[in-house]
């Protein structure tokens, strides 16, 4: 189902914002667009210098989009990792022998925890012309900068490494496998490589003067992962709808919430973290409101592609600066979108579920603790206290009746149910844990077993009895 157009008065307070930022921040161009139900909603553009020619700013121009490169990298990694080509806890040398930091995981390196450098060993690689993986490799001949596993260090060369994981075990060009196997099934045609008109020239703005410099653009080549990609507000914005829902052509919805799971926290002494990173995902907490996607810089432009977890609602920005785009941006356009225009959900609508999920339903105790089994689905129960904070979870149903935890305390755990003879359901077993439909009740197999004498008054009954 479409979504709704957006208010005129919202569509206007959208574009003001924009405008904004181009005028305050003295951006060459930026574009924008917000995505809801995996449609965009709008689209915005503001400023005109984009080239030689003039070019005006729009949904359709190419703008480099820099580590937003990174994800669709990690997407073909995780079809590699889907298809047991590879595991996530394989270390890297084990496909690319000749990698630094060799001894770290895919999954570290997805994750930016594999203490790999930041940068190359030679000059500014983002502004000259990229070398072979040879050439990158034998360059940085070292120690890791952190152990393993040891924390966040964001490394663009970690990516270079997954670009040369890809072509090995592909046998083609990192850039031929993303096109092939992630661009083509999701149309997303106008993302490329290297430029394709229309595209945005990329500047630096002179920081006390209103003047123009042209930045270079080239092939990054061996550490084109990182950061090499060219696209447009409306292939971004099918890109978010992607990191959302997923695809089946390309990687299951279950994949992709594998992704978005914080992996690495970007911690900073004495603040609470706002920032983490998953299997090749920047993730945020934006008070109290999760987000994930990632940012992308290169000499001459910025971008942003940031989705909310909880409603897909997601917003896409492009500018051709090298510096000037403030962070504040996509956050507030959001905002912008929740305020005027907010997700009233989907009604409740009825279901049928079957006699025996339904006989699973209701009040259990776990020892005197009280808790309450709900059915989402015939497929689906949701476990959780039935007063209180406590271990709670989401149980999905399994061809052979158990059921597997999704979240909370007991994701990956199973839920078994126990029937008697007869076929009725005694009990339920969960990770160790016996649920009786009483509390500690006696006709069930409570581990450490059930004192005979059974509920009294505690100490009083045992002195008045002697």
Do not use: C
């Not at 580590?67 to 084990?94: F, H, M, P, Q, Y």
């Not at 890809?166 to 099934?185: D, K, N």
């Not at 229309?198 to 270079?216: I, K, R, T």
């Not at 969960?430 to 649920?435: E, K, W």
């Amino acid at each position: 189902m479409n979504p709704p157009p957006l208010p005129d008065q919202l569509q206007d307070r959208l574009d003001r914002r924009l405008a904004e930022e181009q005028r305050q921040q003295r951006l060459p161009s930026v574009v924008a667009g917000l995505v809801r139900a995996g449609r965009l909603v709008w689209t915005g553009a503001a400023g005109v210098t984009t080239g030689a020619e003039g070019v005006a700013p729009s949904a359709d121009l190419q703008y480099r989009i820099g580590s937003i490169t990174k994800t669709l990298v990690a997407v073909a990694v995780l079809r590699l990792r889907d298809e047991g080509n590879l595991a996530l806890t394989d270390a890297i040398a084990e496909h690319v022998p000749d990698a630094p930091s060799g001894d770290a995981t895919v999954a570290q390196v997805l994750s930016h925890g594999a203490g790999i450098g930041a940068e190359t060993g030679g000059p500014w690689w983002e502004r000259t012309p990229g070398g072979t993986w040879p050439e990158l490799a034998s360059g940085l001949a070292g120690p890791a900068v952190l152990r393993p596993g040891r924390g966040f260090h964001y490394s663009n060369v970690g990516f270079g490494v997954l670009g040369e994981l890809l072509a090995r075990i592909r046998g083609r060009p990192w850039t031929a496998v993303v096109t092939e196997e992630v661009l083509r099934p999701l149309g997303m045609d106008r993302t490329t490589p290297r430029p394709v008109d229309p595209a945005a020239a990329g500047y630096a703005v002179h920081p006390w003067a209103p003047m123009l410099l042209s930045e270079p653009e080239h092939d990054a080549a061996a550490m084109g992962p990182a950061g090499q990609l060219w696209s447009t507000i409306e292939d971004l914005a099918r890109w978010a709808r992607f990191l959302y829902a997923g695809h089946d052509e390309v990687l299951s919805a279950d994949t992709l919430e594998e992704m978005r799971e914080p992996l690495v926290v970007d911690d900073r002494p004495g603040q609470p973290w706002t920032g983490a990173h998953g299997l090749g995902l920047q993730l945020w907490n934006l008070d109290g409101r999760r987000a994930f996607g990632h940012g992308g810089s290169m000499p001459g432009f910025l971008a942003t592609l940031q989705v909310d977890a909880a409603s897909g609602d997601a917003v896409v920005v492009a500018s051709n600066t090298t510096a000037g785009l403030r962070g504040a941006l996509p956050t507030d356009l959001a905002a912008l979108l929740h305020e005027h225009a907010p997700v009233t959900g989907e009604p409740w609508t009825p279901a049928n579920v079957s006699a025996e999920v339904l006989a699973l339903t209701g009040s259990w105790y776990w020892g005197p603790q009280p808790l309450v089994v709900r059915a989402e689905t015939d497929d689906a129960l949701d476990l959780a206290p039935m007063s209180g904070a406590g271990r709670a979870s989401r149980f999905r149903r399994r061809p052979d009746g158990s059921f597997l935890g999704r979240d909370g305390y007991f994701r990956g755990e199973t839920l078994q149910v126990v029937r008697d003879e007869r076929g009725r359901v005694t009990h339920l077993d969960l990770a160790s844990f016996v649920l009786t439909r009483a509390p500690y009740d006696p006709v069930d197999p409570i581990p450490g077993g059930v004192e005979a004498s059974g509920w009294s008054a505690g100490r009083a009954d045992r002195a008045d009895g002697g």
